[in-house]
């Protein structure tokens, strides 16, 4: 999914018009695009063309084959957990690896020592960690319902950022978190929406326990991207990157 490097071209590279943009999971080798806010719709963040075959063909020796003639058992734990459901939940454990994956080529642009923004790179490493966290807990639960977790593969982001026309770069990274985070969101609420219509109670319930952490972390971005408008670029974004160390640090 990431070509990460048009996060931190000018405004126009940045951010192109695309009509169409369903799943993450589901983009295969096609190129991935996430649409913003619908106060933006002329905003989009390019994740750029994801292609496996080579990888695919590189790896499979790597993939377990069972023997000819085993086969994997079946669940004694699985009730009333619909196909669509389990289908879904794997595409939304994609969504949770590939913010995670995300969030990591952020924290290794800003750990550089031409960016040398440690408070901002260690932001973006526990964010990244929280990513991933979710998509573990989420995987507990397929097998707690008796699916089967299927992962998928993710595009590797570009770890190449160029900083142009003095626009800050951190005002960059924290726009396209804030996309991420609307997005994340969008999707657990169609997990919701499934949910609902598979009549299953209990999976809405399980959903409903990540919504309010996630519009809590869409305001937490949002704020961020005002205060990095506000205090501009130079000092004012190494004076909040030492904050931000020092918040982490006092949270670790």
Known sequence: MASLADAFAPSTALLRSRSNMRSLARAGPAAVRIRAAKEQPDQVIDFGKVGFSDAENQMRSLVFQPEEGETEPESRCRVNWDIKLEQALNDHINV????????????????RDTVALKGFAKFFADQSQEERGHAEQFMKYQNTRGGKVVLKPLAVPDMQFSRVDGTSDALYAFELALMLEKFVYRKL????????????????DEIENYLGDQVRAI????????????????????????????EMQAAA
Do not use: N
Request: hydrophobic share 35%; proline share 2%; net charge negative.
């Open 219 to 246: 305001k937490t971005m949002a704020e961020y991207v005002a205060q990095i408008k506000r205090v501009g670029t130079g000092h004012g974004v190494w004076d909040l990157d030492k904050k931000l160390e020092e």
């Open 96 to 111: 949770e690896y590939t913010a995670s994956y995300a969030y990591h080529a952020l924290f290794s642009y800003f750990d």
């Open 189 to 204: 609420l169609d997990l919701h929406a499934l949910g609902a219509e598979c009549e299953d109670p209990q999976f809405c």
